[in-house]
């Protein structure tokens, strides 16, 4: 891999963009290398993952404006495509996502950030969505995920205006949960996946399911939704372990890899 960093230290693993020439910029080659490490996390081991960028300046500032610049209109849909497909593909991803936001995220950077579960940032962040000033639309989910994240309202502003926010509007909308001095960044977002990752994981990710599909159904199809995972985390290794321990005061052993049951 050229542009992507991928290090697993025990059942957490940190997925870095790494293309600090052009800010982390999303080119096909750097999609196309994020795709292929989010397809091949090893889902048996790692309970969490972190997304961040190299360097201290960017998280990804955004898709590749080069390579876009010469693009049909449908080879503009193409990229557009692949850009979904990965973000959706880390959306819908088993485990827990957190973005860890060292710096700008703009347009497909903040669309990156968005399809992940939890986003936390460096105080130098910045966010935005400045595609119309470049002539285009957001292009890999932000006209969907910003909408839902914040507030329509919100979201139409800042991506009609493409006015970039800086990290205490960021966490004044809701657009990223904690603010951190860049230092303390990636401890606070390994801190939170270790403990993300010391909890039962059948449960953990029948919660990112339950959470993340029923948001989009109605709420008497989603705590159905619910009702199924709930029952579907019962007579499991952990639920069994977790329960059991907890009647008997003793602490609960966690079974070395994942599995189903
Ligand atoms: N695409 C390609 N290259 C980029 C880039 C991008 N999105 N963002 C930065 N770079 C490159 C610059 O071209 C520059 O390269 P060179 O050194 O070879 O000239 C290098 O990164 C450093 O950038 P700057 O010199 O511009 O750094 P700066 O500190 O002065 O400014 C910045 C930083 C404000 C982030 C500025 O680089 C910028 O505005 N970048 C573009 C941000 C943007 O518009 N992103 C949205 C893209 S559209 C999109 O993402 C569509 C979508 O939804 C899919």
Redesign the pocket.
Known sequence: MSFIQYEVQGAVAVLTIDRP???N?LNSAVLEELDATVSAIDLEAVRCLVITGSGE??FV??????E?STLTKAEGEAF?KK?NDVFRKIETLPIPVIAAVNG?A????N?LAMSCDIRICSDNAVFG???V??G?T???G?TQRLARLVSPGMAKQLIYTARNIKADEALRIGLVNAVYPQEELMPAALKMAAGIAKNAPIAVRACKKAINEGLEKGMDDALVLEEGLFGSCFETHDQVEGMGCFMSREKPKPKPVFTNN
């Open positions: 020439k052009a800010l910029a300046k960017s500032a955004g898709a590749d404006i080069g876009m557009g850009g700008f703009l347009g497909g950077g669309e969505q400045p595609e000033g470049l285009i957001p292009g890999f932000g």
